[in-house]
């Protein structure tokens, strides 16, 4: 798609390029095909400045920014995508300075099924956590309909969801490194945080779009169906390993 006018910063473009900001006149709407052969693969091969930029606004507007992204504002921002692959690499590499709760509670488990998906999970837990994205994402796509994203938009959606709840969970490891629990009410305010991260996200993507009661509903049913679909799966695994022991 050829604009003229770039989505980024509004100038008129006379070109490939927008001569204010930089960014390409053919930004293209987001699908997976896009997604996969150039946001993905692009983020991989380059270490852009757009990292810091990315963090702030997580920090600060993260629905807007997501939406920024999705009508084409991206030359400032660094892929989301690669972005939380590195955040994850930080967390698991400050959680090996931490006390293992984990296991220790996963030790107590009687039910041996149930310990052993437990275990399988505590092994994989990073690909347990990026399944959090595409459940978000189906989810939203649900539910948020009304905002009229394909499920790939949606994704960028849960992507900075996701990214600000890791950012802040990692704060709670760097508070228990050596086991110093000292901050634990300020470890506890993270873990609220984190918990809320997802409704403050939706309320700025759906500000404009939907009212407040429909957001009301919208995102309680939100937190409801990922509760519930993350309980059916771990019950579903522990129903397959009792079928196979």
């Given at each position: 798609?050829?604009?003229?006018?770039?989505?980024?910063?509004?100038?008129?473009?006379?070109?490939?390029?927008?001569?204010?900001?930089?960014?390409?006149?053919d930004?293209?709407?987001?699908?997976?095909?896009?997604?996969?052969?150039?946001?993905l693969?692009h983020?991989?091969?380059?270490?852009?400045?757009?990292?810091l930029?990315t963090?702030?606004?997580?920090?600060?507007?993260?629905?807007?920014?997501?939406?920024?992204?999705?009508?084409?504002?991206?030359?400032?921002?660094?892929?989301?995508?690669?972005?939380?692959?590195?955040?994850?690499?930080?967390?698991?590499?400050?959680?090996?300075?931490?006390?293992?709760?984990a296991?220790?509670?996963?030790?107590?488990?009687?039910?041996?099924?149930?310990?052993?998906?437990?275990?399988?999970?505590?092994?994989?837990?990073?690909?347990?956590?990026?399944?959090?994205?595409?459940?978000?994402?189906?989810?939203?796509?649900?539910?948020?309909?009304?905002?009229?994203?394909?499920?790939?938009?949606?994704?960028?959606?849960?992507?900075?969801?996701?990214?600000?709840?890791?950012?802040?969970?990692?704060?709670?490891?760097?508070?228990d490194?050596?086991?110093?629990?000292?901050?634990e009410y300020?470890?506890?305010?993270?873990?609220?945080i984190?918990?809320?991260?997802?409704?403050?996200?939706?309320?700025?993507?759906?500000?404009?779009?939907?009212?407040?009661?429909?957001?009301?509903?919208?995102?309680?049913?939100?937190y409801?169906?990922?509760?519930?679909i993350?309980?059916?799966?771990v019950?579903?695994?522990?129903?397959?390993?009792?079928?196979?022991?």
């Amino acid at each position: 798609m050829h604009n003229t006018i770039c989505l980024n910063c509004d100038t008129v473009l006379t070109g490939k390029f927008c001569h204010e900001c930089g960014q390409k006149a053919d930004t293209h709407r987001i699908t997976a095909k896009h997604f996969i052969m150039h946001d993905l693969l692009h983020g991989v091969w380059h270490i852009e400045k757009g990292i810091l930029f990315t963090l702030k606004e997580v920090f600060t507007r993260p629905g807007y920014a997501a939406l920024d992204y999705i009508h084409g504002r991206r030359v400032k921002y660094y892929n989301i995508f690669y972005l939380i692959l590195m955040v994850l690499g930080f967390m698991f590499v400050l959680s090996g300075y931490t006390e293992d709760g984990a296991t220790e509670s996963i030790d107590q488990v009687t039910d041996a099924n149930r310990r052993i998906v437990l275990e399988a999970i505590d092994k994989n837990i990073k690909l347990v956590y990026l399944l959090f994205l595409p459940i978000m994402a189906v989810v939203g796509f649900v539910l948020f309909r009304k905002l009229r994203f394909n499920f790939s938009e949606h994704l960028i959606i849960a992507g900075f969801t996701f990214l600000g709840m890791l950012i802040f969970a990692m704060a709670g490891i760097l508070l228990d490194i050596n086991g110093n629990y000292v901050l634990e009410y300020v470890n506890s305010g993270i873990g609220i945080i984190c918990a809320l991260f997802p409704a403050v996200v939706y309320y700025q993507v759906t500000r404009k779009s939907i009212s407040l009661p429909g957001y009301l509903w919208r995102i309680v049913l939100f937190y409801v169906l990922i509760y519930g679909i993350v309980k059916c799966i771990v019950k579903a695994a522990i129903l397959v390993v009792s079928m196979i022991a």
